[in-house]
């Protein structure tokens, strides 16, 4: 290769092998935490929390909930939001059975939440894995992991949707966010935003009466515990529970959670389809494992989440190492690989893309543009566990950003 080309390269290494789907739709193999805001920034979790209850419950999944932290917010606070999530919080404890134990607002004892996250991760194994579902900033999360066993962190998998759970925020300063979490052991799930299909209206204003409309079969069930869904939804003033589609993920292997899939689980006691293997898996380029000569760039509104990362100022040859370690995906299979790139300044750049140490597809050169492009691959065999690569140069004053590293299914 050229000493002017960037190359992202995913490594030759492999680590240990991905669990399988958690839930075959019958039995969930592992145990859940959960951590949220709503006492801060967004009421959403007012709603997003007893609705994500509500999903475990409704799946038959509610026993392995070994842990739940919520008002996490530890920077700035609103008392009266603080109450709202906990009339919320010990609604659904009531409604849907849960143990109150394993319920703790930080707001009242941040110690217990974290020492309550440490034992949740210490007890876990290969047969008996932890997914810890990230509905508000990294903060809580980090101590928790941070004060448990480095050895057990492998079989943790943190699952978040949002740049502000990932603790990327304009208008807050976090003491830690996503960047460091990662590098503790524990592997990252990045689905899709589920503000999607989960929320009706923007943020920052009270929703209207259109906006609500297709939410009205909560307000008028025959189920009383979903118009109690209704009720939390409506304290918010708007029509948004949004982080509830993570656990509509975890327990379905679906990114794509909306309005009647709820409805269908919630009131109509419809079980969903479990989705294993997912389709497509991206791997967004700030969840590498390992970022050699790439800095973090945000607010990007073309990149996906508004987050990439881009060649360090003055290097001309950088790595990216991404680790296919993701939940419902197929143990081995063959996919057509998409890299989201672009290239800019005065030089072009040349990428490459290798799965476990063996380049797959020919490399190429990518000229300085101003937009984001895709460049795909076909017909490559991945195995859970291994690490994904592409290694780079670019000529001088070139620069390259990635995007994320996507995974679609050859059927």
Not at 109 to 137: E, K, Q, T
Not at 211 to 225: C, F, G, H, N
Request: proline share 6%; glycine share 8%; aromatic share 10%.
């Amino acid at each position: 290769m050229r000493p002017e080309s960037l190359l992202l390269l995913v490594g030759a290494v492999a680590i240990a092998a991905a669990p399988p789907g958690p839930f075959d739709g019958k039995s969930f193999r592992g145990r859940i935490a959960w951590s949220a805001d709503g006492n801060h920034n967004d009421e959403d979790d007012w709603a997003a929390s007893p609705t994500a209850l509500a999903i475990f419950a409704a799946a038959g999944v509610k026993d392995r909930l070994v842990h739940f932290d919520y008002n996490n917010i530890l920077t700035s606070t609103n008392p009266e939001w603080e109450r709202e999530h906990e009339i919320s919080i010990r609604g659904a404890i009531e409604r849907f059975g849960y143990n109150p134990r394993i319920f703790h607002d930080c707001r009242k004892n941040v110690h217990a939440a974290v020492d309550s996250i440490a034992r949740a991760i210490n007890a876990s194994s290969a047969a008996d894995p932890l997914y810890f579902i990230l509905a508000g900033p990294m903060e809580v999360p980090y101590l928790g992991i941070m004060k448990s066993n480095p050895a057990k962190r492998r079989f943790v998998s943190c699952i978040s949707h949002s740049r502000w759970n990932d603790g990327f925020a304009r208008h807050y300063i976090f003491s830690y966010n996503k960047r460091a979490v990662i590098p503790t052991g524990i592997r990252w799930v990045q689905i899709a935003d589920q503000n999607a299909g989960l929320s009706t209206g923007p943020f920052g204003r009270r929703h209207t009466a259109e906006e609500w409309a297709p939410w009205l079969w909560m307000r008028d069930s025959p189920v009383e515990p979903v118009r109690f869904l209704w009720d939390r939804l409506r304290a918010t003033g708007r029509a948004d529970c949004s982080d509830a589609g993570m656990a509509y993920f975890l327990v379905t292997g679906d990114e794509s959670a909306d309005i009647a899939k709820l409805r269908d689980m919630l009131e109509k006691g419809v079980r969903p389809r479990v989705i294993d293997p997912r389709p497509r898996v991206r791997l967004e380029a700030e969840n590498a494992l390992t970022l050699e000569q790439f800095d973090l760039e945000a607010n990007d509104r073309g990149a996906s989440h508004q987050l990439h990362v881009k060649l360090v100022a003055g290097a001309k040859r950088g790595r990216l190492i991404v680790p296919f370690d993701q939940p419902y995906t197929a143990h081995r299979g063959r996919y057509e690989i998409q890299v989201h790139y672009r290239s800019e300044g005065a030089a072009s750049c040349h990428y490459e893309l290798s799965v476990a140490g063996l380049r797959r597809g020919a490399p190429w050169e990518a000229p300085a543009e101003v937009g984001w492009r895709v460049h795909a691959i076909s017909g490559v065999p991945v195995s859970a566990g291994e690490q994904l690569a592409v290694t780079a140069e670019c000529g001088s004053g070139g620069t390259a950003h990635l995007d994320f590293v996507e995974l679609w299914l050859n059927r």
